[in-house]
Every structure is written in C-alpha cells, then in structure tokens.
C-alpha cells in the first residue's frame, strides 16, 4: 500500500471521528448538567463507579483484540482472503470465551455489591438493576460485534465509529428526554441493552457489505486456535500491558470513592469528563494513523519509518501543548459557566491533572510504533507501572486525598512511559540510539514552552474574566488557542523537520 493511501484512509477515518466527536462533546457537556441537576451528584457517582468496577471485569479482554489487528497487519497487506478469515474465526472463538468469564465472573461480584455500597441512599434494586443492564450491554461486544476489528486494523475504523457513535447520541438523547421530565432512575438506565442489540445488528450486516467474503466460524475458530500460536503470545504479553493503563485510567474514581468521597468522585468526574473529550478528540485525530504505521511497518522503508515517527511526533506536541495551555487557561472558567462555582476543583488539582494528561497525549507516537513493531516482550514495565502507581496513589491518597491520587498516576507515567519506552522502542525496533529521540523531545518540549510562557503574561485571564460569560469564556478561548497554536506552529516549522516534512506533504496533496 502507497504512503499516500494510507494518508487518504487516515484523513477519512480522522474526518468522520471529528464530526461524531464535535457532535457527542456538544450533547456530553449538556446532557451532563441535565443528568446533574435531575439525577443528582450522588447517582452520577455512582454511575461512574459501577462503570469502573465493570472495568475489572473487563481485565480479561485486554490485549486480545490489538493482538489480533496487529497479527492481520500482515495478511491485509498481503490480500490473503483466507488467512484474515481464519485469523477472525480464531478471534471469535478466544472472545466468546472470554464472554462467558466475564459473565460468571459479573455474577460474583453482584453478590458484593451490597458491601461495596453500605452506606448508599439509592435502593438496592436500582443498583443491581444499573449493573446488570452496562454488564448485558458490554457483553454484547464479545458474542456479536468481534468482526469489527476487522475494519479497524483495515484502516476502515470510521464505519465502526458512524455506527457507534450514531447508537450513543441518539441513547444520550432519549435519557435526557425522558429523564428531564421524570427523574427517573431506571428510565435513564434502560437505554443500554436495546441501543447495544441495534447497533450490533447494523454493525454486523455493515461488515457482511464491506467484506462478502468474509466466512468466519467460532466452531473452526477452535479448530484453528493452536495453528496461530503467535496469537496466544501476543495476548498474554499485552494482556499485562493493558493491566497497567487500565490501573492508570480506571481505578482513579475507585481511590477517590475510597479515600475522599463519593461526591468527590462526581466532582472530579467533570474534570475528568473534560479530560476524556479532549483525549477521544486527540485519538479520533491521529489514532486514525494506527492501522497505517501498521501497513507502513509491514512495508519495511526504514527512512520513511523514521520521517513519519518525527511527524507524528510533532503533531503530537503541537497539539499537547496548545490543549495543556487552554485547560491550564480555560477550565475554571468553563466549569463555573457549565455546572457553577461550587464544581471548581483548587488550581493545584488542575496541575496535576494536566501534566497527567500531557503525558498521556505526547506518548501516542511512541506508542503506535511499539505496537506495529510488535514489541509487547517487557511484560515487567506494565508490573511496575502497575506497582508504583498504586503504592504512591494509597499513600497519597491517604495523606493528602485526591491529590495524592494523582500523583500515582504521574509517577508511574514518568517513569515507563516517558523514560523506558522511548528506549525500549529504539533499541528494540529502530536499532538506533535512544539520544536521537532525547534530542527531539527535548528540543520539542522547549518550543511548545515558550509560546505558553509568553501567551501567559500577555493573555491573562484575570484581565479577561472568561467565568463572567460563554461570550467572554469563547472569546478568551479564540485569542490564546490561536495566538498559542500559530506561535507554536511557526517555531516547530523552522526548528523541526517533521512538522516541515508534514506540511509540504499536505499542500502537495491539497495541489
């Protein structure tokens, strides 16, 4: 496949996750004020907590479907029909079983529920009735929809996006109708099942139209599971890897429950909410490009390798830090405009969620290339995240609340994911000296700083006052967003070739 068609399918998939992604934060921060006000603080809470506890259910699907997209790399760059088929058969059957052990297991852990919430003001009743209706519904995903990732690591991810989105929105929807003029809890809750049937329906007959030929069986799926031993590898190697990012994105609403409040869990939740937008927004942009270093790795061009890697990285950054300087900037003021001034979180916590987030956007590049390279074989790195961020987060957490919490989270991150797995990646898959990417990322990182210093005391917000109105809070927006983003965009062009090498590649495109 051409560089150039898997720039074309990349811009598409990244086209359609903008538009549903603009779409579902317009109807996110909405319904959220809707759901607040009518269903409370508390319920929101604990909405978000069985959410995370149904996360440890689904521990047991980590790594299984990237292992699979990234052994049919290969096979769909070769257009070898029978084997992708074979390949989906033997996904299938892996995820049917993992079904039924989430299932059993989401049977035990109902029977604690009652000691998870002893103190709860909410019926029991509707607490199992919310557990059971989000666990039907993720069930869904492993007994109907495992063809899909098919379409993902065929760089067609936008059909599964259309779909999925289009379910979620009209769902989110329907709950705000009818909960806005009810209040009812169960009401809201009994959207998830017959959303998930319809969408797995159209999402199956989707794929039967892209790809007629595609016959898999789970039956021959068990069949064919020894003749891909690659397939077992890879899972439990990145199953590990998936334990530590689901540590670090999952169990931080749990701690805070544990060792602040449950109201605090609500609180943080709109930030978090924030948070999460911004990053699917990051990832609907360049995670569209997943499938693509793939391909491009699977070509075997090394020069091009190491060009498109610098100009992902640049992107990364570039839009890293125009986002860091708008939250660091803008969310006080949203969050007084969006819920009011009893939601705003002290300045410090802001900090500290922002240089989380930081690293969570600028690792993307790194990311995606350790993963088409296949290197998951430093199964101790996710063990270790896993470790420091916990010890630090319940000590923290104990001392100091919630942020306590988060500096688990960025110690863990610092540690693996900005300092191991850049080394891990050039030692292992480039072969070259991990200083060249300290060079860059330094290099990178001073650039983006100083528009951000500049802007700082050019554009104070103290002078604007974004929190006295939306007018004021957009208008405040616009002038530092554009001033940063420009500022940064200049200075990356002239001292970085990957920003230059990007450009040039999409003027000649747009000619």
């Given at each position: ?6 720039l074309k ?13 603009f ?35 689904n ?79 993720s ?56 959303l ?35 397939v ?50 990051i ?100 063990i ?35 300092i ?6 050039y ?85």
């Amino acid at each position: 496949m051409s560089y150039e068609s898997r720039l074309k399918k990349s811009l598409l998939n990244a086209r359609i996750n903008l538009i549903f992604y603009f779409l579902s934060l317009a109807l996110s921060f909405f319904s959220r004020k809707i759901f607040l006000d009518t269903l409370g603080a508390d319920f929101m809470g604990l909405i978000s907590t069985l959410a995370n506890l149904l996360g440890f259910l689904n521990l047991a699907e980590l790594g299984i479907s990237t292992a699979i997209g990234y052994v049919l790399y290969k096979p769909l760059f070769e257009r070898d029909e029978y084997k992708i088929n074979e390949i989906i058969s033997v996904f299938g059957y892996i995820y049917r079983r993992i079904g039924f052990i989430i299932l059993i297991a989401g049977c035990i852990l109902a029977c604690f529920l009652p000691f998870i919430f002893p103190n709860t003001t909410f019926d029991l009743g509707v607490i199992y009735f919310a557990f059971f209706s989000f666990l039907t519904s993720s069930l869904i995903g492993y007994f109907a929809n495992y063809k899909q990732t098919l379409l993902g690591a065929d760089q067609k991810n936008y059909v599964v996006t259309t779909y999925y989105q289009t379910a979620v929105l009209i769902k989110t929807l329907l709950q705000m109708s009818l909960v806005y003029y009810t209040g009812n809890y169960y009401l809201w809750i009994s959207f998830e099942i017959p959303l998930g049937i319809t969408y797995s329906i159209i999402l199956n007959w989707k794929v039967k139209q892209v790809y007629p030929w595609l016959k898999s069986e789970v039956n021959q799926g068990k069949l064919l599971f020894k003749k891909y031993p690659e397939v077992t590898k890879y899972i439990k190697q990145l199953f590990v890897h998936k334990l530590g990012g689901f540590v670090q994105f999952q169990t931080t609403p749990f701690l805070v429950y544990t060792f602040v409040s449950l109201k605090t869990v609500a609180y943080y939740g709109n930030y978090a909410l924030v948070i999460d937008k911004i990053s699917i927004f990051i990832g609907n942009l360049l995670g569209s490009t997943n499938a693509g270093v793939g391909n491009l790795i699977a070509e075997g061009n090394v020069k091009r390798i190491q060009q498109v890697f610098w100009e992902l990285m640049g992107i990364r950054f570039m839009i890293a830090g125009t986002i860091s300087f708008a939250l660091l900037q803008l969310t006080a003021g949203f969050i007084t405009l969006w819920l009011g001034s009893e939601y705003v979180l002290p300045q410090y916590i802001l900090y500290l969620i922002i240089i989380n987030s930081f690293i969570s956007y600028t690792r993307g590049a790194t990311d995606q290339f350790i993963y088409g390279y296949g290197l998951f074989q430093d199964t101790w790195a996710p063990i270790t995240e896993v470790a420091i961020n916990l010890i630090v987060a319940i000590i923290g957490g104990h001392f100091w609340g919630l942020p306590g919490i988060l500096m688990g989270n960025i110690t863990s991150l610092f540690i693996i994911i900005v300092i191991w797995k850049p080394y891990f990646l050039y030692s292992q898959g480039f072969k070259i000296s991990v200083l060249h990417y300290w060079v860059g990322y330094i290099k990178h990182l001073l650039i983006i700083i100083l528009p951000a210093v500049v802007c700082y005391y050019l554009l104070p917000n103290e002078i604007f006052t974004p929190e006295k109105s939306f007018m004021h809070w957009v208008k405040y927006g616009a002038a530092i967003t554009s001033t940063y983003s420009i500022s940064t965009y200049l200075l990356l062009y002239i001292f970085t070739p990957g920003i230059r090498t990007f450009t040039y590649r999409i003027l000649k495109r747009g000619n």
